[in-house]
């Protein structure tokens, strides 16, 4: 496989990172402690590289129409200046990516899928758009993504915005964005993320990536910020309840078993799309399981691919799991047949021949407090 490497590399080697590859993009795992950096993104702020994701821009007269036909949500329905969780599933309804789409007005769309699928989605969006009077652009070769994340995140941005600037931070809404000057830099700022905190993913053209990492950390240093990888990404994720394509999420699996079956706009949009009557198939026959939250009654923590138990027999699997830093148990979220999905039902997990005792809970485990 290709090694690619971010506009920020360099930065992460002169910050001691550890590496690893990730979607075919050498990210950083780690600075120093992944548990470090997990608590600094719940109680203070934390720096992250996520220039692995794509960038794919769709614009003409028909840019909402196709992304209605091309994906699963209705996305011509975003308000300017919104953004909206979507999926691109294939024919058949399994799900090619989970992504996220910003509107900048009638023609004009930003489609961010997940890193190792980027090639995939914008392959795929350039075939669906056959039909339709729409230009499909990947710009994800050209683009940068710096996110800040936690509860200082935007104490830090107001230092590196001018003040007549500042409302477009302050009065930002959960999924919405402005364009506008940080650090000297033009910036698409968004307040999204994928830590279950407050926080904000600013895109930037690659050649002022170093710049603005720079500047950020600097800004936030009496703010306790810290560069993060993506082991804290993972566990901070995990315990926010949000899926990871590759593990919650993947061709074998619909929308419907994976509990998001609200994103799939089979009542509200008109006409078809791809992978409407596979999905209409799905939801009529029901899943045979589905996503669920596990709590350990113990200290041993579940990993992907263990087995699921009820009364000895195997009922599931674990998509994600491990020791959560904040809550201070094991959590995994994992498939379960549906019959023992219920909020409450005692189950174990099979760790490498030793049943311990979990419990299915509500997700999210973590919720911050507002």
Known sequence: MTENYTALYEE??????????????????????????????????????????????????????????????????????????????????????????????????????????????????????????????????????IAVQGPKAEAILLKLTAEAQHPLVTDLKYYAFNELTVAGHNVILARTGYTGEDGFELFVANDGAASLWASVAEAGAEFGIVPCGLA???????????????????????????????????????GDFVGRSALEAAKEAGSKRKLVGLKGLGRRAGRGHYPILKDGAVVGEVTSGQPSPTLGYPVAMAYVDVEHAEIGTALDIDLRGKAEPFEVVALPFYKRQK
């Open 12 to 145: 992460h080697k002169k910050l001691g990172a550890s590496f690893t590859d990730f979607g075919g993009w050498q990210m950083p795992l780690k600075y120093s402690s992944e548990l470090a950096e997990h608590h600094a993104v719940r109680n203070a702020a934390g720096l992250f590289d996520l220039s692995h994701m794509g960038e794919v821009w769709v614009s003409g007269l028909e840019a909402g129409a196709f992304l209605d036909y091309a994906l699963v949500g209705k996305l011509s329905a975003i308000a300017d200046g919104k953004a909206k969780y979507s999926l691109i599933c294939n024919a058949d309804g399994g799900i090619i990516d989970d992504l996220i789409v910003y509107r900048f007005g009638d023609e004009k769309y930003l489609v961010v899928p997940n890193a190792g699928n980027a090639p995939t989605v914008a392959v795929a969006l350039a075939e669906r758009a056959t039909a339709f009077n729409v230009k499909v652009e990947d710009a994800s070769a050209i683009t940068s993504l």
């Open 232 to 270: 804290s990404r993972d566990s901070l994720r995990l315990e926010a309840g949000m899926p990871l394509y590759g593990n919650e999420l993947s061709l074998e699996r619909s929308p419907f078993d994976a509990g998001l079956g609200g994103v799939v706009a089979l009542k509200s949009k008109e």
